[in-house]
């Protein structure tokens, strides 16, 4: 499939305008003693199961993913990440006889997914194409890339102590880089009098960037990491002539003041061979035992309500309506559930956030909660979309769950389908006769 999502729609969210006739109402329950009556209640089937996804929007996300990791339920996921790199100061004076002498990179861990401490083999390649203001990036995007100057075996374990020549740091990674790039295109470059020194704007349409990705057969974990922190740096060690003895540094950095011309993004493959599931193989006409919703440009879980275009015409008034899914036990351990789930309404090939996100009255829900010591649950406040469905349009849409935070996390959950002979998915009606 190739159907991009931006959620960036949690953040501004529009109202959604009909231009249908408006039959029956919302929330228009009886009373009695003063306490809102929901009505009849009709429990419709669910019908649930997996499907794939290729590409979400990650411009510019939380935090950036660096792993090739390998879950033992949901398969392998390769996670990479491009970032610009910005001057700490404008217009640098080197001196004639500038030398790199070396580089170290640190950045910052912001969290990691899976176990820690195992290793991955680290490839950094500068990007080779400007990255522009103006354009989207998505996670299934192509790299224009020169050679590497770092490939190196490292511990993603955020923590060790490291040291950065004065202090011990705990939460970072650290690493060398080739200096001969940064001799070329930072100090020969700069005392050559090159124009793009004066401010960062010009910097990176020269130096557009650099492509972190881990190129190993695979390990236990990912790391999230925080470019804005700052002490995610690239120093740079150099000396001026062959007299200079005093060891200098200049730093780069990954833009952490307000007005840097900051642009980072995550890049996502996915291969299920070795998955629990099997996306070729869905029954989409009952629906599965199982279903699976994965951060990233992962998996996720597509909805049917068969049964309920029989409450379209009868002008119903929708008094409430909710979504319920269990997690299957033993599923989690060091791999963490999603905080919350969304509810997206897929219509062929555009996706929106179902109307009760743009009620101010009424959370949609969705954040995962304990129903018991072992036992975890989402439910889903999903009134203003059947009203939406059986009222207003007429016309029953299946829809998706998803992380709310997919451009950011890796996280994933399995969850009980509707097909579940213990948990399954529950669907929920309350409503009143108009008339």
Not at 200 to 211: A, H, I, M, T, Y
Request: proline share 4%.
């Amino acid at each position: 499939m190739n159907k991009f999502i931006s959620f960036v729609v949690l953040l501004t969210i529009f109202p959604f305008v009909s231009c249908e006739r408006g039959n029956g109402s919302i929330g228009s329950g009886k009373f009695v003693d003063d306490r809102p009556e929901l009505g009849e209640k009709l429990t419709f089937p669910v019908v649930s199961y997996t499907i794939g996804w290729d590409s979400v929007s990650t411009k510019n996300p939380s935090q950036v993913i660096l792993g090739n990791y390998n879950d033992p339920l949901f398969g392998r996921t390769n996670a990479s990440f491009v970032s610009r790199i910005l001057l700490s100061k404008s217009s640098p004076d080197f001196g004639a006889g500038t030398i790199c002498d070396s580089v170290k990179v640190r950045i910052a861990y912001s969290g990691y997914y899976g176990v820690e401490g195992d290793q991955i083999h680290l490839e950094v390649s500068p990007v080779s194409s400007e990255l522009i203001d103006s354009i989207s990036y998505y996670s299934n995007g192509s790299i224009d890339h020169e050679n590497s100057i770092v490939d190196t075996l490292v511990a993603l374990a955020p923590s060790d102590t490291v040291f950065n020549g004065v202090d011990e740091l705990v939460g970072y990674l650290t690493f060398d880089a080739d200096p001969g790039y940064f001799q070329e295109h930072i100090f020969d470059a700069a005392v050559n009098g090159e124009a793009h020194f004066a401010d960062n704007e010009d910097f990176v349409k020269e130096v557009p960037g650099l492509w972190f990705r881990d190129i190993g057969m695979g390990s236990t974990i990912a790391g999230y990491f925080n470019l804005e922190a700052s002490g995610s740096l690239i120093e740079l060690y150099y000396h001026t002539g062959v007299d200079d003895t005093v060891a200098k540094v200049f730093d780069l950095t990954f833009g952490q003041n307000f007005s840097d011309p900051s642009l980072s993004y995550n890049l996502f493959t996915n291969d299920y061979s070795n998955a629990s599931f099997d996306i070729d193989m869905m029954d989409t006409l009952n629906g599965e035992v199982l279903t699976y919703v994965q951060g990233g440009s992962g998996v996720r879980t597509y909805l049917k309500f068969p049964g309920l275009d029989t409450l379209i015409g009868k002008e119903y008034s929708i008094n409430k309506a909710d979504l319920s899914f269990d997690v299957l036990q033993g599923t989690a351990g060091v791999y963490r559930f999603p905080s919350s789930l969304i509810v997206i309404q897929d219509l062929d090939s555009t996706q929106q956030l179902i109307k009760d996100y743009t009620s101010a009255i009424n959370s949609t829900g969705g954040i995962v909660s304990r129903t018991d010591v072992r036992e975890f649950n989402y439910t889903f406040n999903v009134t203003r979309m059947v009203h939406d469905f059986v009222n207003e349009r007429e016309e029953i849409l299946p829809v998706m769950l998803a992380p709310a935070s997919s451009s950011g996390n890796l996280h994933r959950v399995v969850l009980g389908g509707g097909m579940h002979p213990s948990i399954p998915a529950e669907f929920n009606v309350y409503f009143t006769r108009s008339k």
